[in-house]
């Protein structure tokens, strides 16, 4: 079969360098252009020095790449900038991967009062596919554009989707309390995500609305069926990668819940459901497509809390992305997503 | 006056380093005597070199050490060994300030459950005081025994204790997601605790159970005036200093919590209420004596999120244990603790 | 005695905060305004919340500030800016110090090579004192205007004083192999300066020349009596405080160099010559305006390897400078100075 | 082909680990054995949660692996260990890397006189091959027994490597100043390697002798045809991998430095020579085999700056590991060796 022929489109963040990574190393895929307007023209390796010897290619301007000869183009631009170019591309026949959050809302209003304009193109957002292979593998198969889930709503959902899917979460509010590496937060040049103002310190932040909200209230909710009272708190923690989400739910004392993780992830070739007892570190997932999970219930409590890792670069967007590709273009699941997590 | 002469037992972890650099700068206190029996007969400054120039001492060994001619002695040891030690101090007339555990629980069954042995002076810990000052201040002040609050239990009641008090948290569970800096676990040789195992890494640990679970309780119970449903999950975090506690509770939608907190705080010189819409930063405390909070209520749910943070060091120990000497020897209670936290 | 009257022009940098912090707990010296074009009009503690409940005051924009009225002020701009705003004031009878580059190297043509512009004041570079106090106390005693010295020429010539001084290195090159946290780099947006770019990272940077290598050799040969071949090459350590200066000279085999450091130091209150074989590491100084050193002979070589660390924030900057304003108005060196280092 | 059954003996340490973690993916190798005194009977996935879902065996015990019946065992022990094992297991026809220093120094003074006690098997030295495979491959292709560089050896020696068979250093010392992320420490319970001392913190050590100092010594002079000054000194930063090394050594004025660099490494898999003006970062080369060097002149000075980065666990240890197993097996030399270094 010949490659799979991708474009990105914001190849300077933190998503896109990883997606450059993935792809790099990917069996079926070649890397057809970069777009960067902020790089254009000068060559991937002098802006990214550890990519050294492993590629030849120069950044395009946005108007000096041909995406629409391309496969696939994902998107790895910041919020609010695919939506005007994926109508385009989509008419030319080419599928799209958006790792922004412009096709991730199904509420054009929603969009609009989160990220404070109008939505360019609210009739794609009923056919965009939300990107979770784990609650929609076989609609992401056939998808022409596919919302990449956000980092702290795919920690998240994973957490609690065995439980709301089975019906087991009692009636108060689900709190997910998550902590996350301060790539999260992009590469944009912002004083607070200065080493000096990071490290050796924790915070949390946004705990009155965060964007992310709305997108797992939106998953959530589908899966429960109804609409579940949801708090999400934020935070930072000093380090590159990884997403660790604690998640609080009530539940009835006589189920197994164990189990039930366990056989709603059997066969998931990324969800690792840890035994009984255990605590999974962000570490243990690094540098890996994997979420690991482990469910506890507190003695003399009626609640369960659920812990679950993943790296927010890989699982959490970039990763995540060529999972979505490799369903959108019958590979198998793992191409390209094999290399193992890196320990210390 | 005369200096209050102050002993030191377990002067080489990280309680007993921080006790020392304060007392150091202490108008009212000097360090009659310092007590390691791992360093014993070394230099002070030999074992911690960021103290050259500043003391003269040698650690002396614990039956060396002229205890009984202190006005006061703080153990800074491991859980358990104070215990063996304060009915001999104290029937000599010494007042003591546990940094560890020993005196904290009031029922000696619980601590027999989480500390694994029988405790050894059960009928001392009705007499012991729990020397957090903003819950019980003029107990303190005529103590000869005060148990020095855990770190997490001092973040997670100081960020609860407003509610309790007044009757406002809702009948769910209360939950404190706590996350705190290395230094907490000690100065140990543990694999555990390496900078290669912790460092870009985070975890949460003990969810089925940490010791200071039944010391929140019971200080929780005690305000409530009731049992309460608590769920506490401890979390560590790749930094040295800093505890950050997120606390979950139910609350009616009409109350002004932010003023339900200030005016519970109006006063007190060590906790700082923050504006409404802020997030406290565990640097903003670091090596002070403090602790800052900040109260939301996330929009669409029930809940309140009070965020508090500590330096686990200051305010999580040795700074409180020094503020509650203070008070036992009627010294003015910001003595020798208003040095600014060190930021960045 | 009333209180100098200080100002702060940029406060915002870190130099400024830490100026801040040393000064507010000065026993003879009062901040009467801060001036940041930045943050003119916001409270002092909404910008730097680790300062909350010490401090009342507002940033004040460039043209509100009566500097005039000041009996000393400290300016904590970037390069460049200071010499526009000194001269007037050196004329109201304002002293000065200069925590950036303005004013440290005599030759004003050096200034143009290394800062890229025209010198504003180059007539009162000769009068300009270089404020480090182990150099030149007393002309720093009466100086109207002292130039604060760089963080790393700090460390270095104070690494290789006793050694030039005495005449002891022998004709080949001095290299000095320098290392600092990110503070150094300032408070600044630039993208190399994230945590996500710096942490689990090391590198070298500015090897063909770094602005700090002209004041460096301008001290050493002025020490040394001749020009001296000087390499030096700056590295950025992930941690946020403290420089680390490796320094390599020839010496001959003979001389005892632990008492040539020792007698050099001997009375000196922030330098501290530790005993044979030891090593000084960065923490033992954090927040403390210390320097201390260390001096090693590898066997089977002719070489002297000195060691020192300082805070650069410290000792490297603001503690600096309040030494030199103590020296300036006749108090004792060591006011304000006192706290200890925080470690862990 | 068949794969070449491997054993590894020390898997618990981090060369072990990450040997465990490239060899996983080696299209060439299997792991039929891996050896712990101290996790004997334990998955290794209990031990190592990173690898769970990709590695089924048990640690086995030193007396029950069948380490006879592999092709090839690597040691990843501690110093001392494989010089008793190695003669017995070369006698039943198995090949051997040695990861630690047993077999390094030729010299059996030399080893008694670094590691306080006599060689086990002196009379093997003069056979053992030093495994740097840029300063030795063909001895490597046909060695029975490899000595594996120590990760500073690796980074210094590259660093020096064409200047010294060039002829180009002058006669002044070469200067090796070192740094290195924790994990060169290894995984021991040591409290000098808690993240508590680590971070935040920087020092040199061993400034008086470091063991790498006669294994760096032993090749500089080799490659320069006499004994050659060495000042080495290590430093420690707040990290877990990476090596920088900062050699200076004396040239003459004329050299093109940059162009021997390029020819001595044009062809070299791993070894990439940057740019003119560039300075190399440990991230760039982090988990991946990769040495990157610079070479600066600094202006005004008769000296050359080689800086160089490497991985400590992968080209400084494990990496290096497999490289030389390709050799000595026929294979192409970058099999298993080709995934990309991870940035952020």
Same mark, same amino acid.
């Given at each position: 079969?010949?490659?799979?022929?991708?474009?990105?489109? $914001?190849?300077?963040?933190?998503?896109?360098?990883?997606?450059?990574?993935?792809?790099?190393?990917?069996?079926?895929?070649?890397?057809?252009?970069?777009?960067?307007?902020?790089?254009? $023209?000068?060559?991937?390796?002098?802006?990214?020095?550890?990519?050294?010897?492993?590629?030849?290619?120069?950044?395009?301007?946005?108007?000096?790449?041909?995406?629409?000869?391309?496969?696939?183009?994902?998107?790895?631009?910041?919020?609010?900038?695919?939506?005007?170019?994926?109508?385009?591309?989509?008419?030319?026949?080419?599928?799209?991967?958006?790792?922004? #959050?412009?096709?991730?809302?199904?509420?054009?209003?929603?969009?609009?009062?989160?990220?404070?304009?109008?939505?360019?193109?609210?009739?794609?957002?009923?056919?965009?596919?939300?990107?979770?292979?784990?609650?929609? %593998?076989?609609?992401?198969?056939?998808?022409?554009?596919?919302?990449?889930? $956000?980092?702290?709503?795919?920690? =998240?959902?994973?957490?609690?989707?065995?439980?709301?899917?089975?019906?087991?979460?009692?009636?108060?509010?689900?709190?997910?309390?998550?902590?996350?590496?301060?790539?999260?937060?992009?590469?944009?040049?912002?004083? $607070?995500?200065?080493?000096?103002?990071?490290?050796?310190?924790?915070?949390?932040?946004? =705990?009155?609305?965060?964007?992310?909200?709305?997108?797992?209230?939106?998953?959530?909710?589908?899966? #429960?069926?109804?609409?579940?009272?949801?708090?999400?708190?934020?935070? =930072?923690?000093?380090?590159?990668?990884?997403?660790?989400?604690?998640?609080?739910?009530?539940?009835?004392?006589?189920?197994?819940?164990?189990? =039930?993780?366990?056989?709603?992830?059997?066969?998931?070739?990324?969800?690792?459901?840890?035994?009984?007892?255990?605590?999974?570190?962000?570490?243990?997932? %690094?540098? #890996?497509?994997?979420?690991?999970?482990?469910?506890?219930?507190?003695?003399?409590?009626?609640?369960?809390?659920?812990?679950?890792?993943?790296?927010?670069?890989?699982?959490?967007?970039?990763?995540?992305?060529?999972?979505?590709?490799?369903?959108?273009?019958?590979?198998?699941?793992?191409?390209?997503?094999?290399?193992?997590?890196?320990?210390?």
């Amino acid at each position: 079969m010949d490659r799979i022929r991708v474009g990105i489109v $914001g190849g300077t963040g933190y998503g896109g360098m990883e997606l450059v990574r993935l792809l790099l190393d990917h069996p079926a895929a070649e890397i057809a252009c970069l777009v960067s307007r902020s790089e254009a $023209g000068r060559r991937v390796d002098a802006v990214f020095p550890h990519l050294r010897g492993r590629i030849e290619q120069t950044f395009q301007g946005p108007d000096d790449a041909d995406l629409a000869a391309c496969d696939l183009v994902f998107f790895a631009t910041p919020n609010g900038v695919a939506m005007h170019q994926v109508p385009g591309l989509l008419a030319s026949g080419v599928r799209i991967i958006d790792l922004a #959050a412009d096709f991730r809302l199904r509420d054009p209003a929603a969009w609009t009062q989160w990220y404070g304009e109008a939505h360019a193109c609210p009739e794609l957002l009923a056919d965009a596919i939300y990107g979770l292979p784990e609650l929609d %593998r076989d609609a992401i198969r056939s998808a022409r554009l596919v919302a990449n889930p $956000g980092c702290y709503p795919t920690a =998240v959902i994973l957490a609690l989707l065995p439980l709301l899917r089975a019906g087991l979460a009692g009636p108060g509010a689900l709190i997910a309390d998550a902590k996350s590496g301060a790539s999260g937060a992009g590469r944009g040049a912002v004083v $607070g995500n200065l080493l000096t103002e990071l490290s050796e310190n924790f915070r949390a932040y946004r =705990v009155a609305g965060h964007r992310h909200l709305p997108e797992i209230r939106q998953a959530l909710d589908r899966l #429960a069926g109804q609409a579940r009272e949801l708090v999400f708190v934020p935070h =930072v923690v000093p380090m590159i990668r990884g997403i660790h989400a604690t998640c609080y739910a009530e539940v009835d004392a006589g189920i197994d819940l164990q189990a =039930v993780y366990e056989d709603a992830y059997a066969g998931e070739p990324f969800v690792d459901v840890l035994a009984p007892g255990e605590h999974p570190e962000t570490r243990s997932v %690094r540098g #890996a497509n994997l979420c690991r999970i482990a469910v506890h219930r507190p003695p003399q409590t009626g609640r369960v809390v659920v812990l679950s890792v993943i790296d927010n670069l890989v699982k959490g967007a970039a990763g995540q992305a060529v999972q979505n590709m490799n369903l959108m273009f019958g590979l198998p699941e793992t191409s390209g997503l094999t290399s193992l997590p890196i320990a210390p």
